[in-house]
């Protein structure tokens, strides 16, 4: 698995599209949110910006390029040759895979924590991070099961775009309206759960143990988007 995400990692710096899609993206977005912070806390919270940013990142850095990556890898056949290597699918999977999701991470801890620093810590740390690794973990499973139906980096390019454009909406209505009104629905839709789990951790007042229950919704999306990558997923082109 190590020499694959080696190789991998390697792959991220010398391909621009993808360099430009998972980190000078999600860095951009960062930059922008945290320096306009004081225009949005004006009609949302401090907890709204992290959620936000945080979506960014894991929507066009890790889901995107996860999308693009496998599809491209298959492609070129690349895929199929590393099935016939000692490493097995989850191995591969796992080793093409490893570099975006730690890449992704640091992003996310970096970026919150310049927010943090500029304007105020978040109420609960321990709640955070779960909440952070949760959409972290749904975005790649449907970046898995998106990749089974995508032919070539470039149809990644229309395959995504129902998902990412769907997710940051959901963030962005729950970030700014709470969940007062119409809670059931906004929790249920993917990246719902997730984005009140954010809200609660960073603007505080809400008990950890109530909060709890809403790393359900976003690990049933996980176990969604696994099951549907095991059935749409694909190691070779189509012919």
């Not at 909440?131 to 995508?150: E, F, I, S, W």
């Not at 997710?167 to 984005?195: D, E, F, I, N, Q």
């Not at 996980?222 to 070779?236: H, I």
């Given at each position: 698995?190590?020499?694959?995400?080696?190789?991998?990692?390697?792959?991220?710096?010398?391909?621009?599209?993808?360099?430009?899609?998972?980190?000078v993206?999600?860095?951009?977005f960062?930059?922008?949110?945290?320096?306009?912070?004081?225009?949005?806390?004006?009609?949302?919270?401090?907890?709204?910006?992290?959620?936000?940013?945080?979506?960014?990142?894991?929507?066009?850095?890790?889901?995107?390029?996860?999308?693009?990556?496998?599809?491209?890898?298959?492609?070129?056949?690349?895929?199929k040759?590393?099935?016939?290597?000692?490493?097995?699918?989850?191995?591969?999977?796992?080793?093409l895979?490893?570099?975006?999701?730690?890449?992704?991470l640091?992003?996310?801890?970096?970026?919150?924590?310049?927010?943090?620093?500029?304007?105020?810590?978040?109420?609960?740390?321990?709640?955070?991070?779960?909440?952070?690794?949760?959409?972290?973990?749904?975005?790649?499973?449907?970046?898995?099961?998106?990749?089974?139906?995508?032919?070539?980096?470039?149809?990644?390019?229309?395959?995504?775009?129902?998902?990412?454009?769907g997710?940051?909406?959901?963030?962005g209505?729950?970030?700014?309206?709470?969940?007062?009104?119409?809670?059931?629905?906004?929790?249920?839709?993917?990246?719902?759960?997730a984005?009140?789990?954010?809200?609660?951790?960073?603007?505080?007042?809400?008990?950890?143990?109530?909060?709890?229950?809403?790393?359900?919704?976003?690990?049933?999306?996980?176990?969604?988007?696994?099951?549907?990558?095991?059935?749409?997923?694909?190691?070779?082109?189509?012919?």
């Amino acid at each position: 698995m190590l020499p694959i995400a080696r190789g991998e990692l390697i792959q991220i710096f010398r391909n621009r599209l993808v360099l430009v899609t998972s980190l000078v993206l999600p860095i951009a977005f960062g930059a922008m949110f945290i320096g306009l912070h004081k225009t949005f806390q004006r009609v949302a919270s401090l907890g709204y910006i992290a959620a936000m940013v945080m979506f960014f990142v894991v929507t066009i850095g890790l889901y995107t390029t996860t999308v693009t990556t496998l599809a491209a890898r298959r492609q070129n056949l690349f895929l199929k040759r590393l099935r016939s290597t000692a490493a097995g699918d989850r191995g591969i999977l796992a080793g093409l895979l490893l570099p975006i999701v730690v890449i992704t991470l640091v992003q996310v801890a970096v970026i919150l924590a310049v927010l943090a620093a500029v304007t105020s810590r978040p109420s609960d740390v321990v709640l955070l991070v779960p909440a952070v690794l949760a959409a972290v973990a749904m975005m790649l499973g449907l970046g898995l099961a998106t990749a089974g139906h995508t032919n070539s980096p470039e149809h990644a390019q229309v395959t995504t775009m129902p998902v990412m454009i769907g997710v940051l909406s959901v963030a962005g209505w729950v970030g700014a309206t709470g969940t007062h009104k119409l809670a059931t629905l906004k929790r249920l839709l993917p990246g719902g759960s997730a984005t009140e789990l954010v809200l609660n951790a960073w603007n505080g007042g809400v008990a950890v143990r109530d909060s709890l229950i809403l790393f359900a919704p976003t690990l049933a999306w996980v176990a969604v988007a696994v099951a549907l990558a095991g059935r749409m997923f694909r190691w070779e082109p189509r012919r």
